[in-house]
């Protein structure tokens, strides 16, 4: 990847489309390794990706996931209309999950997507409003040193 290079994808999700859980994220992988993006960087976007991903398709009609690779970072957008989240603060602890046993049936709902994803990330953003949507918005610096 040249150093200044820049590019952005827009992908959209339709909720409850589970066979397709993870589609997104793999395409996004292959295309950040095949762009020359270190493979540490690009397994914390992936992880990052389908757990937005995999939110969108249990929670919401409709979604987005925008992606931005720039210089130094990567920037993820993941954008719904849907439920929305009532409590943010308990949504992001680890284990808590109100994903029902459909979602669970298909090997989902553990409870970690949103506290991976703020681990995984440089910055971390959510806002929800309930009956309306969901916004989270994910940073993961290309430190070329470390990865
Ligand atoms: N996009 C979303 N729309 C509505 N609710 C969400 C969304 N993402 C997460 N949540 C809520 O936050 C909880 C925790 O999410 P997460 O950490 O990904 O765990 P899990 O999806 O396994 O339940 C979910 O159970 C759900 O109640
Ligand atoms: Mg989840």
Redesign the pocket.
């Known amino acids: 990847m040249k150093s200044e290079s820049e590019f952005v994808g827009n992908v959209s999700i339709v909720g409850h489309g589970f066979e397709y859980a993870g589609r997104v994220s793999n395409e996004i992988k292959k295309i950040l390794l095949e762009q020359g993006i270190p493979e540490g960087i690009v397994r914390r976007v992936a992880v990052v990706i389908f757990?937005v991903e995999?939110?969108?398709i249990?929670?919401?009609e409709t979604g987005f996931i925008r992606y931005q690779v720039l210089p130094d970072s990567i920037i993820i957008e993941a954008k719904?209309k849907?439920?929305?989240?009532a409590d943010i603060e308990l949504?992001q602890q680890e284990g808590?999950?109100?994903?029902d046993d459909k979602i669970r049936e298909m090997g989902?709902?553990?409870?970690?997507?949103?506290?991976n994803i703020k681990k995984f990330s440089d910055v971390f953003e959510i806002n929800?409003e309930v009956g309306k949507g969901?916004y989270v918005k994910s940073i993961i610096n290309i430190d070329k040193k470390r990865s």
């Open positions: 757990e995999v939110n969108i249990s929670y919401a719904d849907g439920q929305g989240i949504a808590y999950s109100t994903a989902f709902g553990a409870g970690m997507g949103l506290a929800s969901t």
